[in-house]
Nanobody, 125 residues
């Protein structure tokens, strides 16, 4: 089992950047694929990005791949999401998640067993 805690959200102007972090507990972090999802008010939770166990392969939602970057540091049990060129429509709660399912890519929320509490990102126009 793994526990996840996100941080780094906040209020930023359109065009700005944020770096989200997700710290994981436990000694088995490197055995999990990691993903980021987001949920805007009144909308479903959407896939944002995922990274494989060894960090060598990354996957993105089409609308975000040119602006967002996912990475991980297995030595520090942390996964990151760099958000650049933010737009008001990026406003949402961002969640990190961990999956022990053996497949790539993992882009469906149902495939992730463990979730953080979320961090709010608000982009003003």
């Amino acid at each position: 089992q793994v526990q996840l805690v996100e941080s780094g959200g906040g209020l930023v102007q359109a065009g700005g950047s944020l770096r989200l972090s997700c710290a994981a507990s436990g000694r088995t972090f490197s055995t999990y694929s990691m993903g980021w999802f987001r949920q805007a008010p009144g909308k479903e939770r959407d896939f944002v990005a995922a990274v494989t166990r060894n960090g060598l392969h990354t996957y993105y939602a089409d609308s975000m791949k040119d602006r967002f970057t996912i990475s991980r540091d297995n030595a520090k049990n942390t996964v990151f999401l760099q958000l650049n060129s933010l737009k008001p429509e990026d406003t949402a709660v961002y969640y990190c998640a961990a999956s022990n399912i053996i497949k790539v890519p993992i882009t469906t929320s149902a495939d992730y067993a463990y979730w953080g509490q979320g961090t709010q990102v608000t982009v003003s126009s």
